[in-house]
């Protein structure tokens, strides 16, 4: 079964307008952190926001907010007022607490990305 | 702000040669990872390393693979006798802790293979 699912293979965007990208996650692991990516056309990896399973707020940093949704085990990233230098891929991953051996090192298991064009 | 740092930005290589990929952790993370992206496609885990040795590693990470923290600054990737489909994106990642936490990437090694 697929850890993180992003179902979206591709949005548009209106420049200036807000966009949802959604990522769905499966994990039995009580400790586990989200995150999102952003991956312009050049290919380096940007970090975007993180979510902690425990956190009580959802994250926001500057005009990107994650709508962390425990119970439904999503974790969708909403850009507001977007740019053109937006466009870009964006992966959502986890990385649980604890391996099955109970020592946690972390590794990330992304989603198959989603494509955001923002249009002028 | 500090970053991880990878060099090459673009290594072409023969069929069945060997090839070293090398970053730059950030200085006082102790968690440190390889990932592969084939082009088009999602980025997959490959190793992690900590306290000097391999912590985990995926199927990908076979016996052609090895990595190596030959001093205290840099966390090498070597991949031996290297096929066509070893063409990808490599990039270098590192953390402060393990478990749920932020990790670090550098700007990848673009591989191909001819």
């Known amino acids: 079964a697929q850890k993180i699912t992003q179902t979206q293979p591709g949005m548009f965007v209106q420049e200036k307008e807000a966009v949802t990208l959604d990522c769905t996650y499966d994990t039995s692991d009580p400790s586990y952190g989200l995150f999102w990516y952003k991956q312009p056309s050049s290919g380096e990896m940007i970090f975007l926001i993180y979510q902690g399973s425990y956190d009580q707020q959802n994250a926001t940093e500057g005009r990107y907010s994650l709508n962390f949704q425990k119970a439904r085990k999503s974790a969708n990233l909403v850009i507001s007022a977007s740019q053109l230098g937006d466009s870009a891929m964006y992966f959502c991953a986890m990385r649980e607490g604890q391996s099955a051996g109970g020592t946690s090192y972390g590794k990330l298991t992304f989603g198959q990305g989603t494509i955001l064009t923002v249009h002028p | 702000e500090p970053e991880v740092t990878q060099t090459p930005s673009h290594q072409v290589t023969q069929m069945g040669q060997e090839v070293i990929l090398r970053c730059v952790p950030i200085?006082?993370?102790?968690?440190f990872y390889w990932y592969r992206q084939i082009l088009g496609q999602k980025v997959e885990f490959l190793v992690s390393?900590?306290?000097?040795?391999?912590?985990?590693k995926s199927e990908i990470f076979d016996d052609q693979f090895s990595v190596e923290r030959p001093d205290g600054s840099n966390f090498t990737l070597k991949i031996r006798s290297t096929k066509l489909e070893d063409s990808a994106m490599y990039f270098c990642?590192?953390?402060?802790?393990?478990?749920?936490?932020?990790?670090?990437f550098g700007d990848g090694t673009r591989l191909s293979i001819l």
């Open positions: 390393f900590y306290n000097n040795e391999i912590s985990e």
């Open positions: 200085s006082n993370h102790l968690y």
């Open positions: 990642a590192s953390s402060l802790q393990g478990g749920p936490r932020p990790q670090h």
